[in-house]
């Protein structure tokens, strides 16, 4: 059993910058691709950047140039850096392993970027 666990949401300011975690732990083999979602208010889930086994990257147009993708495979773990945060990234935002018959998710975090 895989368990995600995600961490370093919270508030903070437009232009302000902030780093998820998503922590893997479990029986995990191999090296799978993993991604982060967001979910605003009354708004669906939205993907918003992947990272493979090996480290290659992709992200939604919402974010790419401000959200960098990455991960630790030493230690099971994928990041989320976050810069110049909006207002409209406020969501619960949640990570993803894609493994070989079927998904985990984590819990998710909360974002809030307000003044």
């Known amino acids: 059993q895989v368990q995600l666990v995600e961490s370093g949401g919270g508030l903070v300011q437009p232009g302000g910058s902030l780093r998820l975690s998503c922590a893997a732990s479990g029986s995990i083999l191999g090296i799978r691709p993993m991604d982060w979602f967001r979910q605003g208010p009354a708004k669906q889930r939205e993907l918003l950047a992947t990272i493979t086994g090996i480290g290659i990257t992709s992200y939604a147009d919402s974010v790419k140039g401000r959200f960098t993708i990455s991960r630790d495979n030493t230690k099971n773990t994928v990041y989320l850096q976050m810069s110049s945060l909006k207002p409209e990234d406020t969501a619960v935002y949640y990570c993803?392993?894609?493994?070989?018959?079927?998904?985990?998710w984590g819990q998710g975090t909360q974002v809030t970027v307000s003044s």
């Open positions: 993803r392993l894609r493994a070989a018959t079927r998904e985990y």
